[in-house]
């Protein structure tokens, strides 16, 4: 970053836990552990908090580490081998994750809402020997065809174990695979390291202390006695443990910081309401649909957000007037953003509290580990402030897609520079700004839905000739996959059902629209998405 915060300065300092230096031309936190599992070791030390709460199932840390000591000879897997985690969030869910990185294994972290064929697919390709698996998603896999050992979440041993000697990894050995759809529209496992992701955890932390640190500068307080004098904070686990939003800030990072973690396992604003006050939630990052939702409910029924001490958002720009409206029923909140990705462990730029809101139209600045560019054509470089493909490197980007050297190289340097598929710019004091995607991506009530794949799916269909999927704005998903087709004797609802138990529900179209004339296409004889974004009022309107 361009302005280096005096704060900033002496918490990353010498001797300090955040401690910065280079290595190997990347900026890192040089007193990191090699092995995410020593990280992991640390949360012992909380005891008997309370780590989760899943409906009317309370565990304690030292519950939680014993559950997880007891499934780790079940796994019966040797160091490196990987692990699919295939359920819904659940309690299960985190002991299992817990239990394969004890293990020394590399955990797949497959897309629990997918197909059959989805999930086998994502099984399959990570290569994986045993998946770990809730009742629903172990039938959907025997349905599938997959014919590999599972373990269902319901018969996990409980009996703890002593486990001997901790299997240590290096920093550049896998540690996570997490599944994202490409151009292609077929799956592919990003593999972060230990490092990777240790990096990814790290900053958020720092961000965190950051936050505390200036908060006791303006209040004339030391931050020990803020800390000593601070109750458990409770964080409400509404994002998919798959996603690396929900296994980084919702998961694991409390985790280390002795925060208890609420699972609430389907979105209802007028629940959550309950569950922030029931149990005192004091974080809560959400996509903008649940934000609205959240403003909307607690409008209705009065409800009590005194609890909230931080709201996070992320994936699409934030209106204005959702801000607004967020900061006037939780005036006491810090709101705060991020942009960042898969590939690259989480964050690569967040803003937080007054740094957010002087500049509320931006992804967040640049994280102080992060290098950013902004390349043009030829992947020259651009000055600040011209907009171009967002392109990163850093000690969080991932090695790369899990047995896909190709789409690898497609993204990943030999410098280890990361494009991102985003176009955007960067201002003068290190804000990112996101203005369109490259990638053919639409993000729906958070969640990443590739056109690709839905159009694939589509043009199965013997009935459709052509056909195309994008998005068009929504006041409450942010965005709506829609699309065109052209084709005989098929309604809209077949396309839809189609799609829907082909893929995930989610990923079905919200509505489809047919043309009796081919689609248009630019120069190159692509489907020209920019020409029916702008017909889209207009075809709606004849078909109405």
């Given amino acids: 970053m361009s302005n280096i915060d005096p ?4 918490v990353t300092g010498p001797g300090s836990p955040f401690e910065l230096g280079e290595r190997g031309g990347l900026r890192q936190f040089v007193n990191a552990p090699p092995d995410l599992n020593m990280l992991i070791e640390s949360a012992k030390a909380h005891g008997d908090k309370t780590v989760i709460v899943e409906g009317n199932r309370r565990f304690s840390f030292t519950e939680l580490f014993g559950l997880r000591d007891a499934l780790v000879p ?7 081998e990987h692990v699919a985690i295939c359920m819904r969030n ?3 869910w985190m002991v299992g994750f ?13 897309n629990s809402r997918g197909s059959a064929e989805e999930l086998v697919a994502a099984v399959n390709d990570a290569a994986a020997g045993l998946v770990l698996a809730d009742a629903k998603r172990a039938g959907l896999l025997r349905e599938g065809g997959y014919a590999g050992r599972i373990i269902e979440a319901d018969d996990f041993p409980t009996e703890a174990v002593d486990l001997g000697e901790q299997p240590i990894a290096k920093p550049g050995d896998p540690c996570v695979i997490l599944f994202t759809s490409g151009t292609t529209g077929r799956v592919k496992g990003a593999v972060l390291s230990h490092k990777n992701l240790i990096t990814g955890l790290l900053s958020m932390q720092l961000s965190g202390l950051m936050v505390l640190h200036n908060m006791a500068n303006q209040m004339g307080i030391p931050v020990a006695a803020i800390l000593a004098n601070m109750p458990q904070q409770a964080v409400l686990q509404v994002y998919p443990l798959f996603h690396i939003s929900g296994l980084g800030a919702a998961f694991l990072s409390p985790l280390f910081s002795g925060t208890k973690i609420v699972i609430m396992r389907r979105w209802d604003a007028a629940g959550a309401m309950k569950l922030i006050k029931d149990e005192q939630i004091t974080q809560f990052t959400a996509v903008p649909t649940m934000l609205w939702d959240m403003v909307s409910s607690a409008t209705e029924e009065n409800a009590d957000l005194s609890s909230l001490r931080n709201i996070g958002t992320g994936g699409q720009a934030l209106p204005v007037n959702l801000l607004d409206a967020v900061r006037e029923i939780c005036p ?3 709101m705060g953003t991020g942009y960042g990705m898969t590939e ?14 002087r500049n509320r139209s931006s992804a967040g600045r640049v994280l102080n580990l992060v290098d950013m560019k902004i390349v043009g054509q030829d992947d020259v470089e651009l000055p600040r402030g011209e907009a171009g493909e967002i392109v990163v490197r850093g000690a969080m980007v991932m090695q790369g897609y899990w047995n896909n050297p190709q789409a690898t190289a497609e993204v990943l340097d030999s410098d280890g520079w990361l494009k991102t598929g985003d176009i955007g710019y960067v201002d003068d004091e290190d804000y990112v ?11 729906s009530g958070g969640e990443n839905i590739y056109c690709a794949e839905v159009e694939r799916v589509m043009s199965e269909l013997p009935e459709v000739t052509e056909c195309a999927a994008f998005g068009i704005a929504d006041d409450r998903l942010g965005e709506l996959l829609v699309a065109v087709a052209v084709a005989d004797d098929i309604g809209e609802q077949a396309i839809i059902d189609t799609v829907g138990e082909k893929l995930a529900t989610y990923k079905a179209p919200g509505k489809v629209v047919f043309l009796e004339r081919p689609l248009p296409r630019n120069a190159v004889g692509k489907v020209d998405k920019v020409k ?11 078909k109405a």
Avoid: H, N, T, Y
């Avoid at 704060?7 to 002496?10: E, R």
């Avoid at 079940?74 to 490196?80: E, Q, S, T």
């Avoid at 029916?532 to 004849?542: F, T």
């Fill in 7 to 10: 704060v900033f300065a002496a």
């Fill in 74 to 80: 079940a796994l019966d897997i040797k160091r490196g």
């Fill in 90 to 92: 659940r309690a299960e």
């Fill in 98 to 110: 817990l239990a394969v990185q004890r293990a020394g294994g590399v955990a797949a972290l497959v």
């Fill in 332 to 334: 006491q909140a810090v």
């Fill in 344 to 357: 690259c462990s989480g964050s690569v730029a967040m803003a937080v509290g007054e740094d957010f809101v």
């Fill in 433 to 443: 700004f996101i203005v369109d995607r490259k990638k053919d991506m639409v993000i």
């Fill in 532 to 542: 029916l974004r702008a017909m889209w009022p207009e075809m709606v309107e004849e």
